[in-house]
Nanobody, 127 residues
Framework: QIQLVESGGGLVQAGGSLRLSCAAS????????MAWFRQAPGKEREFVAT???????YYRDAVKGRLTISRDNAKNTVYLQMNSLKPEDTAVYYC?????????????????????WGQGTQVTVSS
């Protein structure tokens, strides 16, 4: 059974930091894109960041310079380092993985590009 399990969420004050982790099991994703999305109450799920197998990464504009995605293929794990957090970063954060390998034509910002999802971890930033 393929699973993605997120951890590391919590409550933090504005300006603080958190590090999210997403551990995959059941298959390796070392040759696949992995991403983070988030969903705030009453809003649609939105793209945050993605990292490809060779570590090429893309971010939504609102998080550039504050959030950093990385991966450890040996551990089949992707991370999201979150610095200088703002109240508008409050959301449930979801890890996602593409089921295809070396998939370069994907629209990485769309939820439909990813085949596997974690259950989510809550991040709350107080002002």
């Amino acid at each position: 059974q393929i699973q993605l399990v997120e951890s590391g969420g919590g409550l933090v004050q504005a300006g603080g930091s958190l590090r999210l982790s997403c551990a995959a099991s059941g298959r390796t994703f070392s040759n696949s894109a992995m991403a983070w999305f988030r969903q705030a109450p009453g809003k649609e799920r939105e793209f945050v960041a993605t990292t490809y197998w060779e570590s090429r990464s893309y971010y939504r504009d609102a998080v550039k310079g504050r959030l950093t995605i990385s991966r450890d293929n040996a551990k089949n794990t992707v991370y999201l380092q979150m610095n200088s957090l703002k109240p508008e970063d409050t959301a449930v954060y979801y890890c996602a993985a593409d089921g295809d390998e070396f998939h370069t034509s994907m629209d990485y910002g769309q939820t439909s590009a990813y085949d596997y999802w974690g259950q989510g971890t809550q991040v709350t930033v107080s002002s």
